[in-house]
């Protein structure tokens, strides 16, 4: 994909902060500290495009960025962070559930793990709540430089269990050092939200 422009559209608390532009959006979702920032600004080649932080739960809105006029990619708030109050961590979740239940134009969630761990349980309930509401979801596990190839290939079907991904359930490897995974992404993206270069 080649980006012509990238830049962040709004910030969005309330479900009226959404943009109206009606471009088909693709949601990035995954527990603090997985890394959604990273793989943004190495999907949009920009280095500080979405905010990373060194301390989880950083996110605490809907963050929509505007590629090429064509295209929003939404950075969730990361779930399953342990700081942050129950008050607050119910309010996360409401927002995230009202993003991805009732946007018209969402047209991909991606589920984001850390290749080294196993999956949590809040990553196994997210994938299971979009099964659910048949949502299209494509899983990537980041950090994918951060292991060896012997690693990696215990690691992926570890994974692959622990989230019951069926054969039609799409995986695909990332690393936002490394840029490995970044070509299949963009093909998917490009193929569901219809956009032709």
């Not at 047209?107 to 048949?134: C, F, N, S």
């Not at 995986?171 to 490995?180: A, G, Q």
Request: charged share 30%; proline share 3%; aromatic share 8%.
């Amino acid at each position: 994909m080649i980006i012509r422009k990238a830049e962040i559209e709004c910030v969005a608390a309330l479900k009226s902060q959404y943009p109206t532009k009606g471009y088909p959006e693709v949601a990035f979702a995954g527990r603090s500290n997985v890394g959604k920032s990273s793989l943004i600004n190495a999907l949009v080649n920009r280095k500080a495009l979405a905010r990373t932080s060194s301390k989880p739960g950083k996110t605490r809105t809907i963050n929509f960025y505007n590629i090429n006029d064509a295209l929003f990619l939404v950075d969730l708030p990361g779930y399953g962070y342990a700081q942050v109050s129950k008050e607050e961590k119910k309010k996360w979740g409401a927002m995230i559930e009202g993003y991805l239940n009732g946007r018209d134009e969402l047209r991909l969630v991606i589920l984001l793990v850390d290749i080294r761990h196993e999956p949590t349980q809040d990553d196994k309930l997210m994938l299971e709540w979009m099964r659910q509401t048949g949502k299209k979801v494509v899983v990537v596990a980041t950090k994918s430089d951060k292991l060896s190839n012997n690693q990696l290939m215990k690691q992926v079907p570890l994974i692959k269990k622990s989230l019951k991904l069926t054969e039609e359930e799409r995986f695909v490897l990332f690393s936002s050092e490394t840029k490995r995974g970044k070509d299949e992404l963009w093909d998917i993206i490009k193929n569901e939200c219809s956009i032709i270069e």
